[in-house]
């Protein structure tokens, strides 16, 4: 009986460590078959690592790599602070500002194009990972945001317009 239930116990831990991999929750991308195509699948060295916008890039994008993703891709860059946060400063190019707290926030990304590329930002990061995960149950599948927000982009140097 105790070997059965220490079967269990592996099958049960390894389903939940499956279930709770999220390495292409956002990116649309699916998961390798294997430990083999995992194994394939992981970049040899750093500078091999993809980009931003591409299937396989990590969904927090570190402000240095945003940078690049704007300056190379074109992403619709979305302020999602509040009007008085954006009035405070920006990055540019900010397309949209779609204040998170406003009780229309989920239907105003339902009417952006699900097809486009897209880098949010907020102060920190923790508005835009809750926004990643609506867009993603919108269909959305090329969406990223800024590891830090605007603190961390303004704490690397890079501009903000104020």
Not at 43 to 64: L, R, S, T, Y
Not at 88 to 103: E, R
Request: hydrophobic share 45%; glycine share 8%; aromatic share 10%.
């Amino acid at each position: 009986m105790k070997p059965f239930i220490a079967a269990l116990v592996i099958i049960f831990a390894a389903a939940g460590a499956y279930a709770f991999d999220f390495a292409g929750l956002f990116s649309g991308c699916g998961k390798p078959a294997s430990l083999k195509d995992l194994a394939a699948a992981v970049p040899a060295a750093p500078e091999a690592q993809p980009k931003p916008g591409n299937c396989d890039f990590p969904v927090n994008i570190k402000p240095e790599e945003a940078r690049y993703f704007i300056e190379s891709k074109n992403p619709v860059v979305i302020d999602i602070r509040t009007a008085e946060e954006h009035a405070a400063g920006y990055i540019a190019p900010t397309h949209l500002v779609l204040d998170y707290y406003a009780p229309d926030f989920k239907e105003q990304l339902a009417k952006l194009d699900r097809g486009a590329k897209y880098l949010l930002y907020c102060r920190s990061g923790r508005r835009t990972g809750a926004s990643l995960l609506i867009m993603k149950d919108l269909g959305f599948t090329d969406i990223h945001d800024i590891e830090g927000g605007i603190t961390a982009w303004a704490a690397a140097g890079l501009p903000v317009v104020k």
